[in-house]
């Protein structure tokens, strides 16, 4: 059974951490790229950070750069977001993605597979 299940999310202050993971199945993450969105209500998707199979190259929106990292666990199907210096603008609910057709990394477009979300919420 295809599943994305994402975790971690919760409520914390400005300047602190959060790590979300994305549980996998089998068929949604072997030999495939991931990434992490991000959506708040009344906006579009936004693309957080992506990393690559293979090579295991990595990318990230500019808001987050130096301070967020994805990451990848093989042998247990999982994805990660290492979220660190946490700032209100960074509240919205994360999606976990995976297998990447066409399109750039950051478009919701280009990727089949969705979890359901976890909520960040960061307070000032």
């Known amino acids: 059974q295809r599943q994305l299940v994402e975790s971690g999310g919760g409520s914390v202050q400005a300047g602190g951490s959060l790590r979300l993971s994305c549980a996998a199945s089998?068929?949604?993450?072997?030999?495939?790229?991931m990434a992490w969105f991000r959506q708040v209500p009344g906006k579009s998707r936004e693309g957080v950070a992506a990393?690559?199979?293979?090579?295991?190259?990595?990318y990230y929106a500019d808001s987050v750069k130096g301070r967020f990292t994805i990451s990848r666990d093989n042998a247990n199907y999982s994805l990660y977001l290492q979220m660190n210096s946490l700032n209100p603008e960074d509240t919205a609910m994360y999606y976990c993605a995976s297998r990447k057709v066409v399109g750039t990394w950051d478009e919701a477009s280009a990727w089949i597979y969705w979890g359901q979300g976890t909520q960040v919420t960061v307070s000032s």
């Open positions: 089998a068929d949604t993450y072997s030999g495939y790229s």
């Open positions: 990393i690559y199979t293979g090579g295991g190259a990595t």
